[in-house]
C-alpha cells in the first residue's frame, strides 16, 4: 500500500522502524462498540475465517 500511494518501498522491519520514530504504536480498543454483535462474530469466524485461512480445505 505504502509503494501504492507514496512510490516509496519498505520492509516489514522498515516500516515497523518508521512507525516507532513516528511515535505511533499497535492500538488496541479500550471498550467494545456499544452496537457490537457477537452472533454475527461467532458465525464470521466459524464460517467465513475458517474458509479463508485454508482456502484448499471444504
Do not use: C
Not at 499497535?26 to 456499544?34: D, I, K, M, S
Amino acid at each position: 500500500m505504502i509503494e501504492e500511494k507514496y512510490g516509496v518501498r519498505f520492509t516489514v522491519p522498515g516500516v515497523w522502524y518508521l512507525v516507532d520514530r513516528l511515535g505511533w504504536s499497535w492500538q488496541v480498543p479500550r471498550t467494545q462498540a456499544v452496537q457490537r454483535d457477537e452472533e454475527a462474530i461467532t458465525a464470521w469466524r466459524t464460517q467465513t475465517w475458517s474458509a479463508v485461512s485454508h482456502p484448499n480445505k471444504r
